[in-house]
């Protein structure tokens, strides 16, 4: 298959509206499709990378490259070429790594370069996979929709369902079901913008703490213990204290799903950096142990004991995680039976707050009678947390790419000090429409002081409201952090560069 039959159903898919027509351009594309080709057709459309990172950064990608006049990649030969981008080391890596992009995009055509840039920087997100992929496949192989979806929330991918079926067709769905030691995709949530509107969403429903760790399914069989991330990663062997606490557990087989966490010597929560670079690291065993304690709070269960309790409700699923799993180890809950009562939303909210005030990043609401839908983002899970905002001024801008080119779209976003200069703090370009692209680089034209080949530099006098997640711990930067899943809000011509958030009101959300 060609690089261009995907470029060309990724643009299709955002032209039509319709959910009956993304799906058959997704069914035409997978008939198309060898089985082999199909895992990384799909980690594509969904707008991710087997290869996870390149090392390629935004201005290696900004450079320009004459066209192909004519489609001539495969999707092995792009994926086989990232594989070597990535796996690249060393002195003079940078050097190198630009030099074989620079062949990858000289090969492609002028569309299939624009798929590729937005595909390497993160900007492809059409909610193709998650919310088509699925019936697409089922179309495609003449099978109802419900029983592919059922296949891939145990086989822990779309890719290895959709591989096997166009190998070996509709008997192939046998082989995915719930198996201990096989991790399967977690359930999701989708978003609430207050507690009481959760509760008032789902009705009867639990309030549990919403950890800011990291997402684990821990597989028991005996004294057999396998520790898988969100992405299915076997992390076992980095984390030897909580492979421990799963073996000591009362069921001798069993399926959790929790959270890795740190707590300090006050039992506040740990940095989420911190708890990445721990379970992310490769050190030795040992070492490992000795560099941060972490724990694990669980809070789903999706068999115990050889019984598959995935279809059972939350309610019934807390019984058999209770069951099994000390109070100490699992998240705290409320029970809201009366959620249209003011002494239950009361309840609910309270206990929300005292949740963020230990620290916690929010709360999840979860419907007392849902399911548990591996690896689909559920409306019978709702997660609350706060969205912080900061005025921050611009510094500079970089020239975009692909449908972007010729306006200024990555954003170089600073906070003041208290000498009046600015502290860059990191830089966005999620949440621009086109109307604010244009208004923006006519703007920043106005203000720049010098012009590069990557963009240009401005004066820091335009404010901009920046909605944030939080901060991470940052080398790169002059105040130590970063900004954590930053996006425009909008720009602030009210407001001066005086009046922007300092350094110290950025880290005071740290706090």
């Known amino acids: 298959m060609l690089l261009a039959d995907i470029a060309r159903t990724s643009r299709e898919i955002t032209t039509v509206s319709g959910r009956k027509e993304k799906v058959a351009l997704l069914a035409e594309l997978f008939r198309s499709a060898t089985p082999a080709d199909v895992p990384v057709v799909v980690t594509y459309l969904a707008g991710r990378l087997p290869q996870r990172r390149t090392g390629v950064g935004f201005r290696t990608l900004s450079a320009s490259h004459p066209p192909s006049p004519e489609p001539q990649l495969t999707i092995a030969e792009v994926d086989a070429a990232l594989e070597e981008i990535a796996a690249v080391r060393g002195k003079g890596a940078q050097a190198e790594r630009k030099r074989l992009l620079g062949a990858l995009f000289s090969a492609a055509t002028e569309e299939e370069q624009d798929f590729l840039f937005r595909l390497l920087t993160g900007e492809l997100r059409q909610g193709a996979l998650d919310a088509f992929a699925v019936e697409g496949l089922a179309e495609a192989v003449s099978l109802p929709s419900d029983r592919v979806r059922r296949a891939v929330m145990y086989g822990g991918s779309l890719g290895a369902v959709a591989s096997a079926l166009l190998e070996r067709g509709p008997s192939a769905l046998e082989e995915f079901r719930l198996r201990t030691g096989r991790p399967v995709l977690p359930m999701l949530a989708q978003s609430a913008k207050s507690v009481l509107e959760a509760v008032d969403r789902l009705g009867p429903c639990a309030v549990e703490e919403k950890l800011d760790g990291i997402r684990v399914q821990v597989h028991k069989d005996g004294d057999s213990v396998g520790i898988y991330t969100r992405t ?6 980095r984390l030897p204290e909580l492979a421990d606490v799963a073996a000591s557990l009362a069921a001798h087989q069993a399926v959790l799903d929790g959270e890795v966490l740190a707590l300090d010597e006050q039992g506040r929560p740990r940095a989420f950096q911190e708890v990445s670079q721990r379970v992310g690291s490769h050190a030795d065993v040992p070492a490992a142990r000795l560099t941060l304690p972490v724990t694990v709070r669980f809070f789903d269960v999706l068999s115990v004991d050889g019984r598959d309790v995935a279809d059972l409700g939350t309610a019934q699923r807390h019984e058999e995680l209770a069951r099994v799993v000390p109070e100490s180890l699992r998240v705290r809950r409320l029970v809201v039976t009366d959620p249209e009562t003011d002494e239950g939303r009361g309840a609910a909210e309270e206990f929300a707050r005292r949740v963020l005030e230990t620290g916690h990043e929010g709360v999840m609401v979860k419907a007392l009678d849902a399911a548990y839908s591996a690896g689909r983002r559920g409306a019978s899970w709702l997660k609350v947390k706060p969205v912080f905002t900061l005025d921050l001024v611009v510094l500079a801008a970089e020239w975009g790419h692909g449908r972007r080119t010729g306006r200024l779209s990555n954003l170089h976003l600073g906070a003041r000090r208290s000498d009046g200069s600015f502290a ?19 703007r920043l034209g106005e203000l720049a002081e010098r012009e590069h080949p990557w963009g240009v530099t401005v004066r820091p006098e335009l404010v901009v409201e920046i909605a944030v997640d939080g901060l991470q711990r940052s080398t790169r930067y002059p105040a130590g952090v970063t900004l954590r899943f930053a996006r425009v809000v909008r720009y602030r011509p009210d407001k001066s560069a005086s009046e922007a958030d300092t350094v110290e009101d950025v880290l005071a959300l740290r706090r």
């Open 424 to 442: 860059m703090l990191g830089k966005t370009f999620k949440g621009l429409t086109d109307e604010l692209l244009a208004w923006q680089t006519e």
């Open 232 to 237: 299915l990663d076997d992390i076992t062997a």
